[in-house]
C-alpha cells in the first residue's frame, strides 16, 4: 500500500493544511488569498453521485436517501416507506489509492408528512508514516474522520416543511504522539453540532414545479488536536439556500434546474478567531475586512441541470464557482443516473478549470435501494 511519510515535527502542520486545503493551494502560486478556513471541511464535500455531478448543489433538489446531507427538511416529503443509500468517492486518486471519502445513509417514513433519517460519512485518509527529523521510522497511521448523523423532518402544510438534524464528529488526523519541541501532545478532535432547514415545493400546474430550500449545517461546538485552549478550531458552520425548478416537457421528458449559494457562518480571514461559534455565526455576515463586497467574494455557487427520461435514466451537468480570493475552486461536473424497480445508481465525473481537486478525473458512485 501506497506510504505517505511526514516529519513528526510537522505533524500540527500537516493537520493545519489538510484544514485549509484552498488557502494552500492559493499560497503555492503566489497570490494573496483570504481564504475562511475550518477544521474538518469534508463536512461541506458532497457525498453522493447525483448532488456532485450538479455542481455540489441540493438543498432544494427532490429528496431521496440522502437528503440528510442537504437539508433534513426535505424529509417531509420524500416518497418512498424506506431508502437506503451508499456512496464512495475516491479521494486524490491520481497521488494516492488508499484515501477515499464513503456515505451510508437512509430514511424511514413515520407518517405521510413526516419521515426520521440517519447517515455514516467516514473519510479515510490512508496511511502515513511517521519520522523523527532524522527520517528515522516511527510508527504506521491510518488517520480518519467520520461523522454519525440522525434528522427529523415534519411537513407542515402542503407546500411547507421543517426539519432539525444533530451529528457526533470524530477527527483523528495524527493520533497521540508527541509534538518536536513543545510538551503539547496531539489527539483526537470530538465535538457534536445540529442542522436546521426549511423546504418549501409547490406544483404550479401540470408542467412546473417550483421549489426552495435553505439549510444551515454544522452548528457546533470548536474541536482541538491538542490540549490548549487557543488551538480549538470552529466547524464548517455552513449557510446554504437554494432553488429548484422542474419543468416536465412531455410525460416521459422532464428538466430540472438547481442553483445553491453557501456561505460559511465562521470568522473571515483578520476577525477575531477567539469568539464563540454563536457570535462567530452573526459576526460572519459582516467581518471582512474589505466589508459588503469581499463579504460577497465569501458566497460560493452551485448550479447545474438534471434530465430525466420516463423516471428511469438520467443525464447531468453542473458548475461550482468560487471567487479566485476566497479558495478559487472552479469545476465543471457531469455525471449519469439508472433507475430499475427498486434499485438506482448515480455517477459523477468532476473535471477543475484550473486548480487541482482531490475528487478530480475520478468517478464517484452511489447506489440506492427504494422500499415502497
Not at 440528510?68 to 489509492?97: C, H, I, Q
Not at 527520517?135 to 504506521?140: K, L, S
Not at 460560493?300 to 479558495?327: D, M, Q, V
Request: net charge negative; proline share 4%; charged share 15%.
Amino acid at each position: 500500500m501506497y506510504k505517505k511519510s511526514v516529519l513528526l515535527k510537522a505533524a500540527l502542520s500537516a493537520l493545519a493544511l489538510y484544514s485549509a486545503p484552498q488557502a494552500f493551494a492559493q499560497n503555492t502560486i503566489g497570490q494573496d488569498v483570504r481564504a475562511v478556513t475550518t477544521a474538518v471541511p469534508v463536512l461541506t464535500i458532497a457525498p453522493d453521485a447525483r448532488s456532485a455531478a450538479l455542481g455540489d448543489a441540493g438543498v432544494a433538489l427532490s429528496p431521496d436517501a440522502n437528503t440528510t446531507f442537504w437539508n433534513p427538511a426535505k424529509l417531509g416529503f420524500v416518497e418512498n416507506d424506506m431508502s437506503v443509500g451508499f456512496s464512495y468517492s475516491p479521494w486524490l486518486r491520481n497521488v494516492v489509492d488508499d484515501m477515499s471519502l464513503n456515505y451510508l445513509s437512509g430514511y424511514k417514513k413515520l407518517s405521510e408528512t413526516s419521515a426520521i433519517s440517519a447517515s455514516l460519512m467516514y473519510f479515510d485518509l490512508g496511511d502515513i508514516q511517521f519520522v523523527d527529523e532524522n527520517r528515522n521510522q516511527i510508527r504506521d497511521y491510518n488517520p480518519k474522520e467520520y461523522a454519525i448523523s440522525v434528522a427529523y423532518g415534519q411537513a407542515l402544510s402542503e407546500y411547507f416543511s421543517l426539519g432539525i438534524g444533530a451529528r457526533f464528529i470524530h477527527s483523528n488526523l495524527a493520533g497521540n504522539v508527541n509534538i518536536s519541541g513543545s510538551n503539547l501532545e496531539s489527539q483526537p478532535g470530538n465535538t457534536a453540532a445540529v442542522d436546521v432547514g426549511v423546504y418549501y415545493n409547490r406544483k404550479l400546474n401540470q408542467a412546473l414545479t417550483l421549489a426552495f430550500g435553505a439549510n444551515i449545517s454544522n452548528i457546533g461546538g470548536k474541536i482541538a488536536y491538542t490540549d490548549s485552549a487557543d488551538a480549538r478550531s470552529f466547524l464548517p458552520t455552513n449557510l446554504k439556500v437554494g432553488t429548484a425548478v422542474t419543468y416536465n416537457l412531455d410525460a416521459y421528458n422532464s428538466l430540472t434546474f438547481v442553483l445553491d449559494g453557501n456561505k460559511l457562518l465562521v470568522p473571515s480571514p483578520g476577525a477575531n478567531s477567539n469568539q464563540s461559534v454563536i457570535s462567530g455565526i452573526f459576526s460572519s455576515f459582516g467581518d471582512a475586512e474589505d466589508g459588503f463586497s469581499e463579504e460577497m467574494q465569501e458566497v460560493s455557487l452551485s448550479t447545474g441541470l438534471e434530465y430525466w427520461y420516463n423516471s428511469l435514466f438520467a443525464a447531468r451537468a453542473g458548475y461550482f464557482y468560487e471567487n479566485p480570493n476566497k479558495g478559487g475552486r472552479q469545476y465543471l461536473s457531469f455525471g449519469i443516473g439508472l433507475r430499475y424497480q427498486k434499485f438506482g445508481v448515480d455517477v459523477a465525473y468532476l473535471v477543475p478549470n484550473e486548480q487541482s481537486n482531490p475528487l478530480a478525473q475520478t468517478l464517484r458512485f452511489s447506489l440506492a435501494l427504494n422500499i415502497d
